[in-house]
């Protein structure tokens, strides 16, 4: 994962993906940026889906043991 907020919180966060897009592109760097994106495409996929919700249910649930 290329930002810093996982993919759970930066599925909920239009202003983290902006600013994941805006950091890769002020890079220059066209892998950075391709990653980005695809970071991006695919949180916000997940959230669409549902998926996120599914995940995250499960990661509370393992944690708790």
Not at 12 to 26: G, H, W
Not at 29 to 53: F, L, N, P, S
């Amino acid at each position: 994962m290329t930002s810093d907020t996982d993919e759970f919180a930066l599925a909920n966060d239009a202003d983290a993906q902006l600013e994941l897009i805006k950091r890769s592109y002020a890079s220059g760097d066209a892998m950075q940026i391709d990653r980005a994106i695809a970071e991006v495409t695919w949180a916000r996929r997940m959230k669409k889906q549902g998926i996120d919700d599914f995940l995250e249910e499960a990661d509370t649930a393992e944690r708790a043991g």
